[in-house]
């Protein structure tokens, strides 16, 4: 059974930082994409980054683009997210998931965690 | 980057059908994934591909593709069905992923 835990979530002030874990168990980590997606409150999904499954290749919304770095550390199955410059918009809850190549170049989200939950507030 | 439009809501009687839509050009070229969220839940894939359910996701749940247009249809509709789906894909112009802005599905 696919796993995807999420930690490191908080309060933060405008301008700081704050690093997201999402800890994966129960299929091959390494040959799997994954995402982080969020959703401010009572708004919907917005897609934030993608890393593929070897860490070669990374993609970032316009919103979030550097000032996020995605990374991944396939050793330990854990994806992160540093989160740099934060602004008030930045609040959301931060989904992990697992993104599957469908056929030709469709994907899905297969796979998400429950979330962890970003204030930014002075 | 190219965006997907949803309709923010949509009622259906208990046991009747409904289609939920999703138009954008990227559709043209990749299909839509679906997620249904309730509310104080993580999102939950319910439809992707042509017309694919991921195991456990009732059969009562189907997708269809014209042009632009990607649609999930719930024929049958039970009141554990209420909740927001929103529609997803690649984005055509960059390598992103776009979602729908998500439609509110209330069952009577």
């Known amino acids: 059974e696919v796993q995807l835990l999420e930690s490191g979530g908080g309060l933060v002030q405008p301008g700081g930082s704050l690093r997201l874990s999402c800890a994966a168990s129960?299929?091959?980590?390494?040959?799997?994409?994954m995402s982080w997606v969020r959703q401010a409150p009572g708004k919907g999904l917005e897609w934030v980054s993608t890393?593929?499954?070897?860490?070669?290749?990374?993609y970032y919304a316009d919103s979030v683009r550097g000032r996020l770095t995605i990374s991944r550390d396939n050793s330990k199955n854990t994806l992160f997210v540093q989160m740099n410059s934060l602004r008030v918009e930045d609040t959301a809850v931060y989904y992990c998931?697992?993104?599957?190549?469908?056929?030709?170049?469709?994907?899905?989200?297969?796979?998400w965690g429950q979330g962890t939950r970003v204030t930014v507030s002075s | 980057s190219s965006e997907l439009t949803q309709d923010p809501a949509v009622s259906v009687a208990l046991g009747q059908t409904v289609k939920i839509t999703c138009q954008g050009d990227?559709?043209?070229?990749?299909?839509a994934s679906w997620y249904q969220q309730r509310p104080g839940q993580a999102p939950l894939l319910v439809i992707y591909?042509?017309?694919n359910r991921p195991s456990g996701i009732p059969d009562r749940f189907s997708g269809s593709n014209s042009g632009n247009t990607a649609s999930l249809t719930i024929t049958g509709a039970q009141a554990n069905d209420e909740g927001d789906y929103y529609c997803?894909?690649?984005?055509?112009?960059?390598?992103?992923?776009?979602f729908g802005g998500g439609t509110k599905l209330t069952v009577l």
């Open positions: 998931a697992k993104l599957t190549r469908v056929f030709g170049d469709s994907w899905k989200f297969d796979s």
């Open positions: 129960g299929f091959t980590f390494n040959t799997y994409a």
């Open positions: 890393i593929s499954g070897s860490g070669g290749d990374i």
């Open positions: 990227s559709l043209r070229t990749y299909y």
């Open positions: 591909g042509k017309n």
């Open positions: 997803n894909s690649r984005d055509t112009s960059a390598n992103h992923w776009v």
